[in-house]
């Protein structure tokens, strides 16, 4: 479900300076001396087991045909895994779900002035690309969980849809109310285009795949290069995930048989305006029939045509109809039982459901984990005993809306609280760098990994290559001075975009997201293109890149599985939300700056002075002035937690001391129990204003960004949305659950100083 | 010959709080008070006269025929031109004189493989726009000065051509050595591309129009809109004029019947390889027939293919082949005597000649210049008496090298040096913001004109629209504040492209160029559809902004024509020349620091490390590590010129004060003689290195932007060329034209000193 585009790696994944070693006591964090020397040998058998012939094959299966959720193969597909895991050696079984999921029956995009253009919403067969001709299985193009509809209006073009272009149309002089808005893909999740629009009172929206961004513009198109051809189109869900995901019936709760149903007409998420989305080719004379302004310099695509933004003369039918029948989900879920502590439990998951068949999304990150599965279950023949349980979930319905990710988090959310050591994530894999977003308590720990994984092209390991790229990425001599000295190199922050999200910022698993990525690129994302022919002609076609992301990520619920203590470590933590809180004071800020500015420009007549009078243009409306907020009582938690991750990291150097015999000691039970609550302890029990499902206070996806992550979100977005009432209360809320954790590290750090006395 | 893509006005022109007035004891500087009220009388009176309808029918007139150098009409233009200043009442001749001016006499451009296409290479006429159908008349699309040649060559794509984009490609392990190299309009003067082609091995150039850059991208081309059409083409000079401009086989000397020429063969401004533009309908098969690296994202154009760089399989054939004979230019030169000091000149100036029709460029700034001597004439018969001599000239050859103001400015140096008080210049005259780029000792002085001119759309006064753009694109809040709070708004630093060169760069005279401009646009720039028709249609079709040109630049060169003191002040001067040592400065470290860190990763392999294996890449060169400079001297001369100037202005307050009688004392005019000399003080007596005609130490066009100014240019192009010696050679010549400059003002602070006691 992650976009295709390689995203700059601003500061990838890896280790700073040799000098930075981890733990000089003990080589692996939370493991004695003799632990470690064990989980070294056996974590270097694992790395030894994955093959790429295997992915090859997996992948040629899986995506053999259309897999959607609902369809045959989708199921077939889950037996087949399920049987698969089983081989193995692992306990396996299938949970399912029942959940509303919209299925086109009639779509229709026609232009009907000034001259007549019917769409062709279609994706014509490839020669050479046996897959691409089954349309009798594919999911026609479209948009799940559009509204039904059936309008007509005039055309205007709003580029990416975000609220930031709905302002420079206000300043041409152009409202949408009424309009069917066209707006290119990227920029933001496709899901909040059809919103902001609706936001702004238009009446249908299209999406379409601009050649600029992922299309010609960026290379040869498919079959001859991997770029997305004229008549391809990306399908996609543009529910109101923000609001919450998963079935739309059953907010916070498990979608099973007798689950209590909303009906489908209160369901809030369902979108507001019917949504289609086209190709290039189905775009272009819609584009070009537009008058009115020329779209701005930064709007223009890379068609052949001046960009105008309307409205109209273009006037445009948009026609939208759904099946609305709810589908089975089928939820592979297998389990390495642990020896030790088999109820604290280390989680992997990537979803096996696809848009169509789906090669590189998902299956070129399932198949490494299948690799892991198999490797395990060679492990366990061999005498390894995983100290803890290990759960491998192939997620169904990840494309929708994360249902099947999150109706299981739902259903199980009570075991998972008490449960759950850590969530890890990935789903399509590509070529290139370690990428690598999620918990920061986890940030040392998945740098540590990342050392020992080896590069396949460069040679050099995963971190060392990800540092390079950070130094040749960074934007200023900082920059570059932190991606050499700093101990750990930074990982993402997570928003949303795929099965990670109800385990973290839901649930308040600590979790990872990874992924290889960086090299290479291609159009085919959510098309029929993206299948077998296609991956293994362009993307990670020796799948050697599969093969380093099942030795990192195999090699990390391992180390996770068998650490005498669960590696979490909060300094980095601490730094980095201290880092945060200084952006969202510079936000506030500079919005306040931004807004006494506009209005002493306003005053001066700024605007009407160098408006061009052959030019539409209208001077912007008038804020409020804005107030300073206070932000003391972040800035207090910040330093609390500060205090106390300092505190349990004194602490966990003197038990790992000496070969770290402390850390054997059956006491360690309940100090890994209190870290396991340490990341829920980051939610608060109201939830986000006006998304209550959405709990962590650190990480969520933004309300108007969709997949882009807000971090201190409540504070954040008010502040983005002058709502400064509401950044005060966000301020107490958010320092609240930072107190919160503040207390739980300190009871860890307690339990850890007993520990080592 | 200006660009006509509007520059964004990083700071325009104007004067900024109302709290900051001039000197409070005269009103106007440099006039006692009661010569100050008579002047004022007399610019009203003036700014009442010119007329848009007068402007329009001499521009139909004008522009009535293609008029090129050596064309009938050229010849035509300039005996009607004679007839008018002469039906004005000016003293008016024609002088000739001779110069090297090639002409086409074959063309090709051609694609041999692996596909066959003939370019065009010829715009066709429009129904309903009569001149552009004259094509009898008209000069072939071409690009003057070009070698001739015939080479037939791999294509390879170089982006706008400038030295960063053969880093680029050298990066992408591309050569363009012994390949026809095809480069987009823009980014440079068109001359940069074929001599920086030339220098890394080209054996051709093709220049073309991206419709991104003024094409369909922009909005609607012509007829329909203003924006270059599918077979427009831009023709331009291609010397290689940052060496010298003017005649070829004259350097330094006025091109007069019987001046020693240089042979053809040995002209060095002539291009080392053969160069041709083209449209971009004849563009797009070669671009699309090229293979290789896909051009990066910023070098990407608006054409609707994939832009990739080559070398090939595109080949190409390139033939240019021209008449080399001399032709004879006319300058018409007409004078208002000055009464009291006739051997003080005034100069203004706006070139006559074009491509095609040229109403843009340069009709639209002559017209204005024609009604100022039309309004001077009648206000002479009513019985102003001007102080000093007016000299009014409307320049052949401009396009070409600026031949005709160059060889004037060559055969007139002695008398210039002496007698020129100031050169005031246009060009295009467009619609929008008054624009100045010169002297800053004249930064005040303009200001002050700006102060009392309307501007026709908003009515507020060309100044305070220019200060509310300057408010509006400043890029930070310092911007803001320099723009609202600066006594005196910016003006630019003048590079090249218009006449004001050889009176600036060479003989050291104190300049002013002056146009309004930066709303609409087009792209008709050069070609033949630049016409009556265009103009009338699209650019200041009232001819309103005609007035206002005619209104600023003509009350200029009475108030200068008129003052009792030469109104230059220095303070702003120093000021600026400080903001530029800061520059240099930061430039030396900036670039220090680059090379070093450059090295730096080439050390720690960043480049190997972050190549794509199957992307082509090479890592950059190393660079010797870098040095430091000695900036002292130019601190030294900054700090001198500074103290000096702040003397020259207390001596003025002090001679202004109480109606200023002293600057009507006789002493007066040796005061005003120093001050003529000031500007020349900043020239060197051998120039700039390797290129001896560029005296001014401080503004010179670049020696690889062609227009674009270096300020400081001695110093910054060693800097940038990361030539250390000659960097700390160039210090010490600019600080010792800034020493000599000081000494002239610190002369006259000491006359005036004197005048006042």
Chains 1, 2 share one sequence.
Not at 73 to 81: M, S, V
Not at 465 to 472: D, K, V
Not at 635 to 652: H, I, K, Q
Request: aromatic letters at 8%; charged letters at 25%.
């Amino acid at each position: 479900m992650r976009l295709t585009v390689r995203p700059t790696l601003a500061l990838g994944l890896g280790i700073g300076l040799l000098a930075f070693a981890p733990t000089s006591t003990g080589d692996l964090r939370g493991f004695t001396a003799e632990s470690a020397k064990a989980q070294r040998d056996w974590e270097a058998k694992f790395r030894a087991i994955p093959s790429p012939d295997s992915m090859r094959s997996y992948m040629r299966r899986l995506s053999a045909r259309p897999h959607h959720v609902g369809s045959p193969y989708d199921k077939d597909n889950a037996e087949w895994l399920l049987a698969r895991f089983k081989s193995f050696g692992l306990d396996a079984r299938i949970e399912t779900f029942d959940v509303l999921f919209p299925t086109p029956k009639e779509r229709a995009v026609e232009l009907v002035a000034p001259t007549r253009f019917v769409a062709k919403l279609q994706e014509p067969p490839i020669p050479g690309d046996p897959t691409s001709s089954q349309q009798a299985e594919q999911l026609p193009t479209y948009n799940a969980y559009s509204i039904d509809g059936d309008v007509t209006a005039p055309l205007v073009y709003v580029n990416y849809g975000v609220p930031a272009d709905y302002e420079r149309l206000e300043r041409l002089g152009v409202s949408v109310k009424g309009a069917i808005v066209i707006a290119r893909y990227f920029g933001s999740w496709r899901g909040i285009k059809p919103k902001v629009a609706a936001e702004h009172g238009a009446v249908g929206c299209i999406i379409y795949s601009d050649p600029r961004d992922d299309g010609y513009a960026q290379g040869e198109v498919y079959p001859q290069g991997p770029w997305r051809p004229k008549d391809g189109v990306q399908r996609g869900s543009v529910m109101d995930m923000p609001v919450y995901p998963g079935d739309p019936l059953t907010p916070g709760v498990g979608a099973t048989k007798d689950a209590k149903r909303l009906p489908v007409s209160e369901a809030p998420t369902i979108t507001k305006i019917p949504v289609l989305p086209i190709s290039y080719g189905d775009a272009q004379p819609l584009l070009a029939a537009l008058r009115g302004p020329v779209a701005p310099q930064e709007w223009r695509g890379a068609l052949g045509i001046t960009y105008r933004v309307g409205p109209g003369p273009a006037r445009v039918h948009l026609k939208v109809k759904s099946d609305w029948s709810l589908k089975t989900l089928y939820d592979v879920i297998a389990r390495v039982p642990g020896a030790t502590a088999p109820d604290e439990w280390v989680i992997r998951g990537n979803h096996h459901d696809a848009w169509v068949n789906g090669a590189e999304d998902p299956i070129s990150g399932l198949v490494p984990l299948l690799e892991e599965a198999r490797a395990y279950g060679e492990l366990v023949k061999q005498g390894w005993k995983p100290r803890r349980t290990i759960v491998y979930a192939a997620w169904d319905g990840e494309e929708p809306a994360l249902l099947g990710s999150t109706e299981w988090a739902e259903a199980h959310a009570d075991e998972l609280v008490t449960k759950a050591v850590a969530y890890l994530n990935s789903d399509t894999n590509n070529r290139g760098y370690l990428d690598v977003g999620g918990s920061h308590s986890l940030e040392q720990f998945i740098n540590d990994v990342a050392r020992d994984i080896q590069d396949p092209e460069t040679k050099l390991s995963v971190w060392k290559r990800a540092q390079l790229r950070a130094i040749a990425d960074a934007s200023d001599a900082d920059g570059r001075k932190e991606a050499r000295e700093r101990a750990n190199l930074r990982i993402d922050a997570l928003g949303s975009g795929s099965d990670f999200t109800p385990f973290l910022q839901h649930v308040g698993v600590a979790t990872l997201n990874l992924g290889f990525g960086g090299e290479g690129g291609g159009g085919i994302y959510h098309s029929i293109y993206d299948d077998f022919k296609w991956y293994t002609t362009f993307d990670d076609t020796s799948f050697v890149y599969g093969r380093a992301l099942a030795q990192t990520v195999g090699t990390a619920v391992m180390r996770l599985a068998d650490a005498d203590i669960v590696p979490y470590q909060f300094t980095g933590f601490a730094e980095t939300v201290s880092k945060y809180a200084k952006e969202v004071e510079k936000l506030a800020t500079e919005t306040r700056d931004k807004i006494d500015e506009r209005n002493r420009q306003l005053d001066e007549g700024v605007f009407t002075a160098t408006a061009d009078p052959r030019e539409p243009s209208v001077p912007p409306a008038r804020d409020p002035a804005a107030r300073r907020l206070n932000f003391a009582p972040l800035d207090d938690a910040v330093d609390g937690l500060t205090r106390a991750a300092e505190r349990y990291e004194r602490a966990f150097a003197k038990a790992q001391a000496d070969g770290g015999a402390a850390l054997a000691k059956p006491e360690a039970q309940a100090l890994n129990a209190t870290l396991r609550q340490s990341e829920g302890a980051l939610l608060s029990a109201s939830g986000l204003p006006r998304r209550p499902w959405y709990r962590h206070q650190i990480y969520a996806p933004g309300f108007y960004t969709g997949y882009g992550v807000k971090t201190l979100p409540g504070v954040r977005e008010a502040i983005e949305q002058k709502n400064w009432s509401e950044a005060d209360q966000q301020i107490a809320a958010t320092a609240q659950a930072l107190a919160a954790h503040t207390n739980a590290i300190n009871r860890a750090a307690e339990q850890l100083e007993k520990l080592g006395s």
